[in-house]
């Protein structure tokens, strides 16, 4: 009896502990207003952990997926990686003259963004691979953490990793009060994310799948390196997510968070499944406190999933009524 | 103060619960004979738990990774995975007329392995992307879930997943008790593993990384499907192995055990790392037990690993000396 005391005090203890806000009297997702979306999650969740629920998930397959631009950090007026790929050519460029007569390293060079990206998908490529390859995983990781620590978001001036939406930081924590392993499944660079990911948003390195680069194992002087390579290895976007998804995990996700038309296979494949499943879509329809693009973007654009969405059972989110905050910082200022 | 009390009673019970063995009054590496090689597992895993040491690692860094053929079970008198390819091939061989005039299928379906071999790597690759690729990756899962249920291992009679080494599975229950995390890193299929991987070593699919086809998404009647194409995706071998680990878990591991030159890198990468790292590599030197092979055999050689290990601080575990019990139906049967 004894013994079973203290294994109930340690469940209540881990509890409260994943879910600090507990104690507080404040409920777990405190910066959504109450309505469908809201209710939705809260419902699908005590349905998946209830024992005696039809739909019980045991904790080891209660996987949930985020992808990361525009679900749980904004992506205007430009992806966040695109900025870091043109600031670090431009830091590259003392070591590369020939990038001030060959675009669109030239057009970059000079400020000019948009002529830069004229060159479509060869022109990003070509910047992604310049700003990415060409050194270690070591290096690479070093580059993005200077980065990260110091460039400011052109239009909030707050770091990019204040850049990130409150009350999906609380979904985060409220699955995995719950047993949920959250993963984030981007488009993004794999090794980009990483960096930050663990402290931004507490998933580890080994949850975090993303689109990557090749590298090889060289010893250079006695101590091994993986070198990154000018060579796409794997694009997770679109089709590319359920594969990377089962690549990485090896599990079909019963939870699938995205907010573009790159992520409704994800979004397919997770509520195709047996039992309870949970699709939700973050769509962009705020103005006034972040930004409002759906159809038509070609940032984060949205079109089929918000035609399909609803017809599927997903949940399509609205920044503007469900949330009560926006960012973090506005949670913590609001707290304070 | 009550929640201090509770929250050590919860560690408490915690670790009982990880480490049943240690009500018992028994060692957490019972099957290990008293010896270099247990004392300097037990010694790392102490340095690196206790925090008031210099080497102590954060739970989260804790990264454990472990070869699985001959590693943690046996790879004679075949890789398991070529016998569950030559049995599909012969299984599929009705829908496939041509294969009865076609090496290597020819000699497999005459029962003739060394003639099918014969034909080299290419010939194994024929025989692999034959029976591992051209269905789904549900399919794949059910058709090795049916072959492990029902084949026994030709020597031992056993199934396959008991020719499991006891010794090996009490340090990954070990590890993991000590707030490691641990993965499968093998040159073994990654589909292939995950099959059995969680109920036998206790490693979940995520945490399991191998060799790997391509697959492709695709929505069939409705229904969304990985189909699995009769490509390589990636080689977790030799070099390939670093290269695994880091797309996978993002970080470098603290431990890596192997028993082959293919884990020679792995190894090296590991070790290289600062602060305390543990090699271990398992010294197949027991005919009468299980079986002796090193230097010579096609089979898990370990020629490199010999001459440079010890040098290099690593421990070449001798499963003759150092290990009580080999199988873990053997530690079953001794402790009835």
């Known amino acids: 009896m004894r013994n079973r005391a203290i294994v109930i005090a340690c469940f209540y203890v881990g509890s409260a502990i994943a879910n600090p806000s507990a104690s507080l009297g404040v409920g777990p997702l405190s910066s959504w207003n109450d309505g469908n979306s809201k209710q939705s999650i809260i419902t699908f969740v005590e349905r998946v952990t209830n024992v005696n629920s039809?739909?019980?998930v045991p904790p080891a397959e209660r996987i949930a997926v985020f992808?990361?631009?525009g679900t749980l950090w904004s992506?205007?007026?430009?992806?966040f990686q695109l900025v870091f790929a043109i600031d670090r050519v431009k830091a590259l460029a003392p070591q590369h003259p020939e990038w001030k007569t060959r675009e669109p390293f030239k057009s970059v060079l000079a400020g000019d963004v948009k002529a830069a990206f004229a060159g479509g998908e060869r022109a990003i490529m070509e910047l992604l691979m310049a700003s990415h390859a060409g050194n270690t995983t070591e290096e690479f990781a070093e580059s993005v953490r200077n980065w990260i620590a110091k460039v400011r978001h052109p239009t909030s001036n707050r770091p990019y990793t204040e850049m990130v939406y409150q009350p999906m930081l609380e979904l985060l924590a409220y699955l995995r009060a719950n047993g949920f392993k959250t993963f984030i499944v981007s488009g993004g660079g794999i090794e980009f994310m990483r960096v930050f990911a663990e402290e931004v948003y507490g998933v580890p390195p080994e949850q975090v799948i993303g689109s990557s680069i090749k590298t090889k194992?060289?010893?250079?002087?006695?101590?091994?390196v993986l070198a990154r390579l000018p060579e796409l290895n794997f694009i997770d976007d679109k089709t590319?997510?359920?594969?990377g998804i089962n690549q990485h995990i090896g599990r079909m996700p019963i939870f699938a968070a995205g907010n573009s038309d790159g992520d409704f296979q994800m979004l397919e494949w997770t509520t195709s499944g047996?039992?309870?499943?949970f699709g939700l879509l973050v769509h962009h329809d705020d103005a006034d406190r972040e930004w409002a693009y759906d159809r038509d973007s070609h940032i984060g654009k949205?079109?089929?999933g918000l035609d399909e969405g609803p017809k599927r059972g997903w949940t399509v989110v609205s920044m503007k009524t469900d949330w009560k905050t926006i960012f973090k910082h506005e949670a913590g200022a609001n707290t304070e």
């Open 240 to 243: 590319g997510k359920p594969v």
């Open 54 to 56: 039809p739909d019980f």
């Open 274 to 277: 047996e039992g309870a499943r």
């Open 302 to 304: 949205l079109d089929r």
């Open 217 to 224: 194992y060289e010893v250079r002087d006695g101590k091994p």
């Open 67 to 69: 992808d990361n631009d």
């Open 75 to 79: 992506e205007q007026p430009l992806y």
